[in-house]
């Protein structure tokens, strides 16, 4: 991480030497609309049109977001052209001269298969054409040459060659900082789809034995255990969106409770205690229903059917800036460093239901110092605490679901 925050710095500040560079190129004796020196001017300009051009990169290289940004990064340069490509095609063409957008594909296949830039002359009849010149500048990202900016001007310019290469290097950041963003919402994705196949075969035979068993002897108890099962999966296997509301992942729980005491009877005592205002608290999607079904694992089944009841419970509190959740069982509990193995994912034995998965997405969302905090000995049952800030950049729920 230290080197790519060096690369970002590395990459920023060329961009603010080219805003200087401008401004003495521009440079006038009065200052302008109060903005300090005429350098200092250029340079706020220079940012200020920077920052507009990223955010379409953020989301990757695209025609879309290439068409987005390709006026800025023109304005950047001050040229009378300018296009971005990928490796097969032109993305876009802002400026003069678009009739060149076969010649420059032709000669991109030398910088795009050594990732050096480029400066060679345009061929061209047309008379009223004013650009004659074209300087590439390869966009890389992880030492793969993604495609190319190119800069068209009406003659060659060894400024124009440095600062294209510059900005080159600009935008290549952004693009390595969208491809982090994808690789992010993948390894979320991978998290979750992994968890799914750790509930599907624990929970759901367990369950439709649960249903068949009432459907001669009790078939309007069999049709409410139904449908708590198919509320819970539908949650459990829902499409949209990496972020949920504490509310719904609770309502989840509840049916998910609902057909663990179908099953167990009388031996499950759950407790709930819920501060209404902490409800609307977005969270990871599927964050708490493991870590209860993680206590139904150590706390029930982990006993013998004479050991009685095992008491589950779970609570939520406001605690300022953030809400505070706690989930504890009476149960067998863990060796504390069997845990500490569990959640290095060192060892994964068949009562480690979603430790580690709920605890990496915790740390990937809100930072290490969000990770579970868990305090557990053999025999003494499980307390789980996960801290949830109310307001995270990123963090958004995408709306209840609702049965249909």
Known sequence: MSDFLAGLCVAVLPVLALGVWLGRRTARAKSLAGLGTPVEHATFETLHTASLAAPPLRAGLTEETARKSARKLRSLLGTDALCLTDRAQVLVWDGDGAHHRTEIMERLAGPLDTGRGEAFRLTCDRLDCSVRWAVVAPLTVDDRVHGAL????????????????????????????????????RLIEAEIKALRAQ?????????????????RTDPERARELLLEFADFT???????????TLADELHAIDHYLALVRARFGERLSVTLQIAPEVLPVALPFLCLQPLVENAVKHGLEGKA????????????????????????????????ELLRRILAREASPSGGI???????????VYGDDHGLVIETAVGAGMKITVRLPKYQPGVHSAGRLTRE
Request: charged share 20%.
């Open 354 to 364: 979603g430790l580690s998965n709920v605890d990496d997405r915790l740390r990937q």
């Open 199 to 215: 509930i599907s075969p624990h929970f759901i035979f367990n369950s439709l034995a649960v249903i068949a068993s009432f459907v």
């Open 150 to 185: 190119v800069a068209c001007a009406p003659r060659e310019s060894a400024v124009l060659v440095r600062a294209a290469g510059e900005v080159a290097r600009w935008v290549s950041v952004q693009l390595e900082l969208a491809d982090l963003d994808q690789s992010r919402t």
């Open 234 to 244: 539908r949650y459990s296997f829902r499409r949209h969106g990496d972020f949920t």
């Open 305 to 336: 059917v004479s050991s009685g009841t095992c008491r589950i419970q779970i609570t939520a509190q406001d605690a300022g800036a953030e809400a505070l959740v706690v989930i504890e069982d009476d149960g067998a509990g863990m060796d504390p």
